[in-house]
Nanobody, 120 residues
Framework: QVQLVESGGGLVQAGGSLRLSCAVS????????MGWFRQAPGKQRELVAG???????NYADSVKGRFTISRDNAKNTVYLQMNSLKPEDTAVYYC??????????????WGQGTQVTVSS
C-alpha cells in the first residue's frame, strides 16, 4: 500500500532552520497535490503550505517569507524548508497528498507526522 514517509523534524533554537521531507513510497504513484499541515497541542490542525500541479504554492500568513514548499518530481518528494523558526512553530507536522497513477487519482493520504520543537 502506498505511503507518505516523512523525515526531518527535530529540536532547534529560535531563529534556526529545518527541512522536512515527504516521499511517496511507491514510484507507480506520483504527487498531484501536496500540503504540509501542523498541529500544536490543544489546537486544530492547520494548513501551513500547499502546492498543486504547476500552480504557485500558497502559505499560511504566519509562515510567509519564512517557509518554502518545493517538490522534486524525480524523487517523488516534497520538501518544506523552514527558516527563522519561532517557538510558536512548535507542532507535529504532517504531509498530505493526492496522488495519481496512470489516469487514476487517489485522494487523502497522510504522512505519519514529525515533531518540530523550537526552543526560545
Amino acid at each position: 500500500q502506498v505511503q507518505l514517509v516523512e523525515s526531518g523534524g527535530g529540536l532547534v533554537q529560535a531563529g534556526g532552520s529545518l527541512r522536512l521531507s515527504c516521499a511517496v513510497s511507491d514510484s507507480a504513484f506520483r504527487i498531484n497535490a501536496m500540503g504540509w499541515f501542523r498541529q500544536a497541542p490543544g489546537k486544530q490542525r492547520e494548513l501551513v503550505a500547499g502546492i498543486a500541479g504547476d500552480s504557485s504554492p500558497n502559505y499560511a500568513d504566519s509562515v510567509k517569507g519564512r517557509f518554502t514548499i518545493s517538490r522534486d518530481n524525480a524523487k517523488n518528494t516534497v520538501y518544506l524548508q523552514m527558516n527563522s523558526l519561532k517557538p510558536e512553530d512548535t507542532a507535529v507536522y504532517y504531509c498530505h497528498a493526492d496522488l495519481v497513477s496512470g489516469s487514476s487519482y487517489y485522494y487523502n493520504y497522510w504522512g505519519q507526522g514529525t515533531q518540530v520543537t523550537v526552543s526560545s
